[in-house]
């Protein structure tokens, strides 16, 4: 038995929650990541985990090991790193979920400089907006607006998005412009919804403009859980929506969106990086935080109005 493979098998399957995804993370099989964790439990003479048909948990003995072992592989990872002049720089395939928009915007657009600075990465970039689960998909990070909504994840805020309002030409045509936000409201006008996560929990909209406040979230015919899918029925025009203003720019500039209620200000939304709590922040994901970071701090995404 390999020590340290049959300790990187133990540490996936407490973090994924089962042998199965373990072993998928691992590229083992799941009969190569069952005897791993035996052969560790045999060698240590402790029960480690509890095994049932549809779920796996851990012993005391197996969280006070699993947390000794977590530092002991970032330790050596440091120590092969530090050590070893072919990996001076930052190398290593690192697994990256951002949202559909900012990939297509702001994250691809600049990948040629990231890699540049750092060409012994390789980037597995998930495009969504979906929620992941970071731990049992072995995720290193995820970018995500809005609140996060994992507290046992480590949340780190990049910036915030300038947020507007707006709707095409041919939708205005038929329905009209409002002149106040409470017109959206019970009435005629419709917004493009927002689902964010399995709740199908819509992002509401809150508004100021010289002491008045207004929150709220209007009726929607569509509903839609993707950014690229949301701009694209507002520009289809089928109802209002309020959306970070660096995906608005280009379709204002050509006419295919007009930005409503332009005296009113709207609350930021944050931007944030999101990582397990538990889990070695490497050199390559400490690199890539740091540069979203440097990244989303320009134009593209400031709270500026656009």
């Not at 399957?13 to 691992?26: C, Q």
């Not at 977590?70 to 697994?95: F, Q």
């Not at 990231?114 to 731990?135: E, H, K, M, N």
């Amino acid at each position: 038995m390999d020590r340290f493979d049959a300790m990187r098998a133990f540490v996936r399957v407490v973090e994924a929650g089962s042998f199965t995804k373990a072993a998928e993370t691992l590229h083992m099989s799941k009969t190569t990541v069952t005897q791993l964790v035996q052969q560790l439990e045999a060698r240590l003479r402790v029960r480690l985990l509890n095994r049932t048909t549809r779920k796996v948990n851990v012993t005391a003995d197996g969280i006070a090991y699993y947390e000794r072992a977590v530092r002991l592989l970032a330790d050596m990872d440091d120590a092969e790193t530090s050590l070893s002049s072919a990996s001076a720089t930052p190398r290593g395939r690192l697994r990256v979920d951002v949202p559909s928009p900012f990939a297509r915007l702001i994250l691809i657009p600049a990948l040629p400089a990231f890699f540049a600075l750092y060409p012994d990465i390789q980037l597995d970039l998930g495009v969504s907006d979906r929620t992941v689960d970071i731990i049992g998909e072995n995720v290193d990070c995820v970018v995500r607006g809005g609140k996060p909504n994992n507290p046992s994840m480590v949340a780190r805020p990049v910036t915030e998005l300038s947020l507007g309002i707006f709707a095409s030409p041919g939708y205005l045509r038929l329905a009209g412009t409002p002149s106040h936000p409470k017109e959206l409201e019970n009435s005629h006008h419709r917004i493009i919804g927002f689902s964010w996560g399995r709740a199908g929990n819509l992002y509401p909209l809150v508004m100021h403009r010289r002491g008045e406040t207004v929150q709220m979230q209007g009726r929607y015919a569509l509903a839609v859980d993707d950014g690229n899918a949301y701009l694209a029925a507002g520009l289809a025009g089928l109802g209002i929506m309020w959306l970070p203003r660096y995906m608005s720019k280009s379709h204002l500039e050509r006419r295919e969106l007009v930005a409503l209620f332009e005296d009113w200000q709207l609350d930021p939304m944050p931007l944030y990086i999101a990582y397990p709590p538990n889990r070695h922040v490497s050199a390559k994901l400490r690199v890539f935080i740091d540069w979203v970071a440097q990244l989303t701090h320009g134009d593209a995404t400031s709270t500026a109005h656009a």
